[in-house]
């Protein structure tokens, strides 16, 4: 009854309204910059549906988007593409190269873009970071086990291995320690590398092509046991031929431990929240925030402005307390999509983030519908979430499937002919 007297924007922002007034606020401390200096954002109203590419050879890409998605003038919602740039991965020198041909191709074909900054998931370059447990290979170093996760509350429990299913269960390197002093240096050196590169090309674009950095993404799912998760025993796993290793996968609404091994003593004793007994939720949560905040910081003193900034926060279970983590006083949240891609707005940790958030915006950064096969099922789905003209962006999980779906790819043309949100 309530949806037929109001629009679909008027009752979000209803139902918005009175979220603020029940939901709790007590997790974020965060230090809030003036206001003032992000109101310009509130007043811009494009949204875009981003596809997320490989980073490698990207032209084919961008040609072919160029071609088949052309932006219609005076509507509000045009095509955008995204690329992960793992900075911990690569040389500074190969990312660099990487990032500005980037750009390059994104102002050749006027497409607006992303730039997504993981120093997280990946960190095979580092291994002065990683390597404490092997003499014969680059970076060992015995401290190293401070700047990787623990299984207990000693150095002695430092990991060396990790877990991931994206599609399937893979080895990774262990989870960093996100609050160590080593780790942080190492990351905020490569936003010093790279986001200024993002700003000048930003600053240098002609006033009709400014629109083309939608923002820069900092974390990807930022989580701890989750995207490397432990084993009991991983370590000696470690030394075992992977086909021996366990094939129970994680267990994501069982927080905090998801049904593996907990981890996260390193990180919390680090950051001093606690040093024995049994860690929490409350625990892990904070820091994921702690860490998104500080990449934040560091982002805006680079000269990223709040409505050009995203955050990308982990969630696997209902309205637990990761999902506030991706809040801020410097970006603008996002988190990812799945379970509710069909309409962002059943997922109620995420409504009640935004409910206490003064950001301009908030972003599905990683985002695929599963259900149904149809246009009308895409095209319904997308627009649940553009229906709120705070959503920025909807950035599918990849193009490399999504551009294969000719349903998919017919849905976001009749988006961007109807520039409306499907109610």
């Not at 490569?190 to 974390?219: S, T």
């Amino acid at each position: 009854m309530i949806a037929k007297t109001f629009s679909a924007g008027v009752f979000m922002r209803l139902i918005l309204a009175l979220a603020t007034g029940l939901c709790e606020v007590n997790l974020m401390r965060a230090e809030q910059p003036p206001d003032s200096v992000h109101t310009r954002a509130a007043s811009d109203r494009e949204q875009f549906i981003v596809f997320n590419i490989s980073a490698t050879a990207p032209a084919p890409v961008f040609q072919e988007v160029a071609r088949e998605f052309k932006p219609i003038a005076g509507r509000p919602l045009r095509v955008g593409l995204g690329a992960v740039f793992s900075y911990l991965r690569h040389s500074p020198e190969q990312l660099r190269g990487a990032l500005e041909e980037f750009l390059k191709l994104a102002q050749l074909h006027s497409i607006p873009v992303v730039v997504q900054l993981d120093g997280e998931q990946w960190m095979e370059a580092r291994p002065d970071l990683w390597n404490w447990w092997d003499p014969k290979a680059p970076g060992f170093n015995p401290s190293n086990r401070f700047n990787v996760e623990w299984s207990g509350w000693q150095p002695e429990d430092a990991v060396r291995i990790g877990w991931r299913n994206w599609g399937h269960i893979l080895r990774v390197l262990p989870s960093p320690n996100l609050m160590s002093p080593a780790y942080r240096t190492a990351c905020h050196a490569e936003m010093n590398r790279l986001v200024p590169v993002i700003v000048d090309w930003w600053h240098a674009l002609p006033a009709d092509q400014r629109g083309l950095l939608i923002g820069v993404k900092v974390g990807w799912e930022s989580s701890i046991g989750v995207n490397a998760w432990y084993y009991p025993g991983g370590n000696q796993l470690a030394a075992q031929p992977p086909a021996l290793d366990p094939t129970n996968g994680l267990r994501g609404s069982l927080v905090p431990d998801r049904g593996m091994a907990q981890i996260g003593y390193a990180a919390v004793t680090t950051a001093g929240l606690r040093r024995s007994g049994h860690i929490t939720e409350s625990d892990l949560a904070e820091v994921v925030r702690l860490h998104l905040e500080d990449l934040s910081r560091r982002a805006a003193e680079l000269g990223l402005p709040r409505d050009k900034l995203f955050t990308h926060a982990g969630g696997w279970k209902d309205d637990e307390l990761l999902y506030g983590s991706a809040v801020n006083g410097f970006s603008c949240p996002g988190w990812s999509f799945y379970r509710h891609a069909d309409d962002p707005h059943q997922d109620t940790a995420v409504q009640k983030a935004l409910a206490r958030c003064s950001a301009p915006y908030w972003a599905a950064v990683e985002w695929l519908y599963r259900g149904t096969n149809s246009v009308e099922s895409w095209t319904r789905s997308m627009g649940k979430a553009f229906v709120d003209p705070r959503c920025r962006f909807l950035c599918m999980y990849n193009w490399e499937n999504v551009g294969k779906n000719p349903v998919a790819r017919e849905a976001v043309r009749r988006m961007l002919d109807s520039s409306q949100p499907v109610r």
